[in-house]
Every structure is written in structure tokens, then in C-alpha cells.
């Protein structure tokens, strides 16, 4: 069982914008503002999409971005495009041992 | 261009061991911490291992620990994992990847390596 949840799938429409959420406690996501996200297309290593909870690197589209409220982070995405169909991670800091957690993963489907 | 490029996987039997290598190249290796994350077929991501710049700070995962040891060489610009004590569900991807600090993001990622722990 994966330390953050995320929904298993979501789905949206060319144009239209989605959301997808990452909760876990005030131990990870909700103690530190922490909080990265990964696309990953089938048979392709992940690739950096948010950091630090809503920053976007050089390079990555800005329909993409982040929030957080709480314990849960959020990873937008504007504006869908089919190539934004793929796995989507989130991970954060955490104080124990381990000091790093991810979600399970949500496959996104533009549909 | 800052490149991971990992090596070293392949099959092998359960209780066998096998060390993985991540070459790095485009960045300064040695002012950055290194990762390794694994992903089983058809699995989400999961956090194995993590050294710091130097090589003095380590941390594991649970299940890896007292069986897997991260280290590397800034010499040769390579990062490491010896996996000893190898059992049927570490079959995975492994991934190296690179952060800017202790709790820092991971990018960018090499490319994978499979490990196939199997009879």
C-alpha cells in the first residue's frame, strides 16, 4: 500500500482541464511543502513535471501546475492534450525513516 | 545534456545478487544527491535508496534494508547499488535519479534497468 493516495484513473477531454488529488498526512504532505509530480508514458522512465508543490522547471508546459490545501496536493492540467495521456505520480518529504514516499499513480485518459 | 545511464540489470536466482551502476555525466556529480526508485511490472513507483554528495549519508527503504547498500564513486562519476539476498518480489525497473538537496525533487531519471529475481 502505497503511502499517498491517488485516484487509480481519471479522464477528460481534449480542452477541457482535470485534476488529480495526493493526500497523506501532516507527516509528508501536509508538514512540508514538498511536494513534487512525475508523467510517465508507457515503457518511459518519469519525467520532473511540478516541484516543491507548485513550481514548474524549464521546459515543462504551463498548463501543467500544483497546489496543496492541507494534506492533500493537487496536479492540474489545462487545457488536455492526447499527449498528456500517461501515469501520473506525486511524492513528497517525509519525517520518517524512509524520508521520501510516493502515490500509487493515476492513469490519466484523454479521451 | 545531464544523462543517468544505468547498467548491470539481468536475471538472476532468488538469494543470488547482482550491483547496479548509474553513469552520470552533463552535471557536477558530486554536489548532488543520488536516488534509486524501482517499479515491479505494471507498479507504481517506489523509493529504495538515497546517498547524499559525499557518501556519508544513507537511507533505505524497509524492505531492502540490511540487503541492498547505495554508495558511490564522485571519481568515476557512479552511483551504485549492490543487491544481495534477492528475493522473487524485487523484480523490477530500477531506476538512479538526481536531486538538488536532501528533500529535493528527482530529475532527471536514467532510463531503467531490469531485474528479474527468478527460478
Known amino acids: 500500500q502505497s503511502a499517498l493516495t491517488q485516484p487509480a484513473s481519471v479522464s477528460g477531454s481534449p480542452g477541457q482541464s482535470i485534476t488529480i488529488s495526493c493526500t497523506g498526512t501532516?507527516?509528508?504532505?501536509?508538514?512540508?511543502?514538498?511536494v513534487s509530480w512525475y508523467q510517465q508514458h508507457p515503457g518511459k522512465a518519469p519525467k520532473l513535471m511540478i516541484y516543491d508543490v507548485s513550481n514548474r522547471p524549464s521546459g515543462v508546459s504551463n498548463r501543467f501546475s500544483g497546489s496543496k490545501s492541507g494534506n492533500t496536493a493537487s496536479l492540474t492540467i489545462s487545457w488536455l492534450q492526447a499527449e498528456d495521456e500517461a501515469d501520473y505520480y506525486c511524492?513528497?518529504?517525509?519525517?520518517?525513516?524512509?524520508?521520501?514516499?510516493f502515490g500509487g499513480g493515476t492513469k490519466l485518459t484523454v479521451l | 545534456e545531464v544523462q543517468l545511464v544505468e547498467s548491470g540489470g539481468g536475471l538472476v536466482q532468488p538469494g543470488g545478487s547482482l550491483r547496479l551502476s548509474c553513469a552520470a555525466s552533463g552535471f557536477t556529480f558530486s554536489n548532488y544527491w543520488m536516488h534509486w526508485v524501482r517499479q515491479a511490472p505494471g507498479k507504481g513507483l517506489v523509493w529504495v535508496s538515497r546517498?547524499?554528495?559525499?557518501?556519508?549519508?544513507?537511507s533505505y527503504a524497509d524492505f531492502v534494508k540490511g540487503r541492498f547498500t547505495i554508495s558511490r564513486d564522485n571519481a568515476k562519476n557512479t552511483l551504485y547499488l549492490q543487491m544481495n539476498s534477492l528475493r522473487v518480489e524485487d523484480t523490477a525497473v530500477y531506476y538512479c535519479?538526481?536531486?538538488?538537496?536532501?528533500?529535493?525533487?528527482?530529475?532527471?531519471w536514467g532510463q531503467g534497468t531490469l531485474v528479474t529475481v527468478s527460478s
Open positions: 546517498i547524499n554528495s559525499d557518501g556519508s549519508t544513507t
Open positions: 501532516s507527516s509528508d504532505v501536509g508538514g512540508y511543502n514538498y
Open positions: 511524492s513528497s518529504y517525509t519525517s520518517s525513516s524512509t524520508r521520501v514516499v
Open positions: 535519479a538526481k536531486a538538488p538537496r536532501s528533500n529535493g525533487w528527482f530529475d532527471p
